[in-house]
DNA sequence: TAGTGGTCTAGACCACCCT
DNA sequence: GGGTGGTCTAGACCACTAA
């Protein structure tokens, strides 16, 4: 594990223990450096990934601050950019099933192939879930995976976590994302499904998810509840 | 302008204007340093913007190499993050029409105060606005920001831009800004602005934005159309 | 004017990819 | 083993804030 993050998270855990008060300031990077035993620049680039996670704020030729509504952030909603997976990202006392609605595998159309990267020819499983937590119905997620990616999916593997069975078992390290999200009105689907009425809509998401290598393994489109999610997104610095 | 952005944007020049071919390397760190004039540690730094863009994307051990599907990327839906406001994020044939539909000051809500760190006695200005697209209804806009912090806002600021107002003529710096987005069924005044039918939806995208000191100047709420908007987010490795 | 963060450099070492 | 990116350091200069 790299130095930075290693400061990062621990200036992280004593943040949110509040052991800095909100909306207080932080020691400045040369004591920081000092403390951590490492540089300048290194300090830096942890306090950059605390900002970037809007735990802090720098400003030049004052200090760095610790933000007043922390709180609120890190506990509403999903967050863009997490690439966990569901399973793991709701809470402790809910219960998530996975009903797998349907899984084949086919060749893919021209659209998918570009967004996935890959020939017409190469194979793609094709998923479709249901997610339910604590017996409410919550999305419906339909997936499209390259076989030659992530080879021998079984159903018993949709119910539990595509994504530890891909990092665990394929052993493979995830990238970055695209996501496009918009609302919709229900369809055929969403009221049998979601129990969604005419005027209640989804929030669907469009999702392409990358290896570290750059290449795309999942294109997704989840479609959720309008009443069971909300996703957050904490953005820094511009110009 | 700091030299790592000035490389960054010199490659994104070239990248977009396709000197190097999409899905290509580019020239290594070392080599971009010499050519640049400059260390590698700027170099890394100014790849690493282009990397969050989603530009590009660099393996250990192997390179950098250009995304291939950079163009849909770019053009479609709304860039989550930027703060540029609408009235520069539409494109050059499109006609924005901002009419005022309610501009009130008041004492802001116990919420309120807290999302925009403020006290009680301290005013805010409420402002409602429809916005218009080429005629056809877009969303509509629910604003406060505090007198304190963005003075003298008049009807004619509000219909042209309110973020040009504060950056160029209050002469204030943003910095980033916290959004929360959810679909939603239409309610009357939906119906009444929007159109919307009964089963068509909004995207309601709830924003707090803060300048670069870390003080909140804006907390807002906005209620798209649901076929007139997609929000789309590009994120960067993880771990 | 003193203190702080933002940036930059040159050089170094390591982990990783590919052959 | 040679080439690549990821990280780290010590020291420096600058821009900005705040008194």
Redesign the pocket.
């Known amino acids: 594990m790299?130095?930075?993050k290693n400061v990062a998270d621990e200036l992280r855990k004593q943040i949110k223990q509040g052991n800095y008060p909100k909306g207080g300031q932080?020691p400045?990077?040369?004591e920081l450096a000092e403390k951590f035993?490492?540089?300048?620049?290194?300090i830096?680039?942890a306090?950059d990934l605390l900002s970037v996670e809007g735990l802090v704020f720098?400003?030049?030729?004052?200090?760095?601050y610790i933000k007043k509504n922390i709180a609120q952030i890190s506990d509403t909603g999903i967050k863009i950019g997490q690439n966990i997976g569901l399973t793991h990202q709701i809470g402790e006392q809910t219960e998530l099933v996975n009903k797998v609605l349907a899984f084949n595998v086919r060749f893919p159309s021209d659209e998918e192939c570009e967004q996935l990267m890959i020939k017409n020819e190469s194979p793609v499983y094709e998923i479709k879930r249901l997610r339910v937590i604590n017996n409410r119905p919550y999305s419906i997620e339909y997936s499209l995976l390259p076989v030659e990616l992530v080879p021998n999916i079984t159903p018993a593997i949709l119910e539990h976590s595509v994504y530890d069975y891909i990092r665990q078992d394929v052993g493979l390290v995830f990238g970055g994302n695209q996501q496009f999200i918009k609302a919709a009105p229900p369809n055929e689907e969403d009221r049998q499904y979601l129990n969604c009425k005419d005027n209640e809509p989804v929030l669907e998401v469009t999702k392409v998810m990358f290896l570290e290598n750059g290449r795309p393994f999942e294109y997704s489109k989840v479609r959720h509840r309008y009443d069971m999610v909300e996703m957050c997104f904490n953005n820094t610095q511009q110009e």
Request: proline residues 0%.
């Open positions: 790299a130095k930075y932080l400045n990077q040369n035993d490492t540089s300048r620049v290194t830096k680039k306090l720098s400003v030049q030729g004052s200090g760095t």
